[in-house]
């Protein structure tokens, strides 16, 4: 049974981040070469490596969306560490250089921090590391292409027409798991969202986003939503897109969308990746203190259940997180009524929830 081991490798992995945030590097190798820096191959940190593959296999997944994810230093690893499915990015597009730069407002921004180097390329490596023995996805390892024979048989008794690739929370090729991350468009949505498509080519480019296509969905062991200043209308008229929409929770979301141009869209489950609010919007003044009253109740419930009828997942953002025995009130009461992603800034209180 691994699932004794599950807290033990978990807090190993923690630990080695928290220690020296920038080691955290080492634990997902850009490629199966960088595992001869690593135990049983030489390093030190390798003992809760194992297979390739099979790092992250005791990170228990957890359906909790990572918010302020710039407040840490490497946000992606420390999030996947402790099993966060969730991660968001706040982009703003320099007008100087035309790039993406990640960060809570424009004071707080700086040139290291780009969109490439804070989110998309660890989170590439995270895929690339859990794909690192698949001979479908990278034929330049020996271990993949020995094997390759054992893992057609596989793919075929499975699914081809799902994924092919082993998502970073996986079960195996196949059984992915995808990480969700939500990309906030803080400066100007046409062009920003142009260069977010831009920026995420080389992940759509390696098959590893979860696409819409001629009306369907195709997972893949990511899944990208826009948010913030990302053009709805644009995104709801693509008939072929990598990129899936942050649709409003609440009243908003049985209206559906007017475009500039006057067209009406209908909100459903392959359009929106996700519906979200204000927790205080649907419940204005309620704290977490005290129990929540039955029209409190109501009111989540409705917006929740409407959501689900159309198949979408919910999340509520500013929940109130403190005092800490609030905020864990609220969080079970959100868990309780069904809403499917619990926010979180405290990742250690939120995996020991
Ligand atoms: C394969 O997956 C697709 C999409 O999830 C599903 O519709 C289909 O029924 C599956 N086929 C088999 C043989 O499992
Ligand atoms: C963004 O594009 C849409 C449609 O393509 C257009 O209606 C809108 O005016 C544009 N917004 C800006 C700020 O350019
Ligand atoms: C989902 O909504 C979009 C935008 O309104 C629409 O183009 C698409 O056809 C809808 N899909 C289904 C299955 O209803
Ligand atoms: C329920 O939501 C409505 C707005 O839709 C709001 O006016 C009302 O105050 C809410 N009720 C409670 C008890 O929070």
New binding site residues.
């Given amino acids: 049974m691994r699932s004794g081991n599950i807290g033990l490798a978990a807090a190993a992995l923690v630990s080695a981040l928290w220690a020296s945030p920038i080691e955290a590097n080492k634990l997902v190798p850009g490629s199966t070469a960088d595992l001869d820096a690593l135990e049983p191959y030489g390093g030190k940190d390798a003992s809760i490596l194992r297979h390739p593959a099979d790092w992250s296999r005791d990170v228990y997944p957890l359906q909790v969306h990572s918010h302020n994810d710039y407040w840490r230093d490497s946000p992606v690893y420390e999030a996947l560490a402790h099993g966060v499915m969730s991660v968001e990015s706040d982009v703003w597009l320099n007008p100087d250089d035309g790039e993406l730069y990640v960060g809570h407002d424009p004071f707080s921004l700086s040139v290291e921090r780009t969109f490439h180097s804070i989110t998309l390329d660890p989170l590439k490596k995270a895929i690339d590391q859990a794909n690192a023995a698949n001979h479908l996805v990278s034929s330049s390892n020996k271990e993949s292409s020995f094997f390759a024979n054992l893992q057609k048989q596989q793919v075929t008794n499975l699914n081809k027409s799902t994924t092919q690739y082993a998502g970073y929370f996986s079960g195996g090729v196949g059984l992915a798991a995808p990480i969700q991350l939500l990309v906030d468009l803080k400066t100007e949505g046409n062009s920003t969202y142009k260069k977010v498509v831009e920026d995420l080519e080389p992940l759509r480019k390696a098959g590893y986003l979860t696409r819409y296509e001629a ?1 369907k969905v195709i997972p893949g062991p990511l899944f990208i939503i826009g948010t913030g200043n990302s053009p709805a209308a644009e995104i ?2 693509a008939t072929s897109r990598a990129i899936f929409l942050d649709c409003p929770l609440g009243d908003a979301l049985t209206k ?2 007017d475009a500039p141009d006057g067209t009406h ?4 489950k ?2 929106c990746g996700i519906a979200s609010t204000d927790f205080e919007s649907l419940v204005p003044g309620f704290t977490g203190a005290n129990e929540a009253t039955d029209a409190q109740r109501q009111n989540l419930t409705a917006a929740i259940d409407a959501a689900h009828k159309l198949g979408i997942k919910t999340r509520l953002w500013d929940t109130p997180q403190w005092p800490v025995y609030a905020r864990d009130n609220i969080n079970k009461l959100l868990f309780s009524l069904g809403s499917d992603w619990i926010n979180a800034d405290d990742l250690d209180a939120i995996q020991k929830f």
């Fill in positions: 009306g709801a008229a559906g969308l869209y209908e909100y459903n392959t359009l």
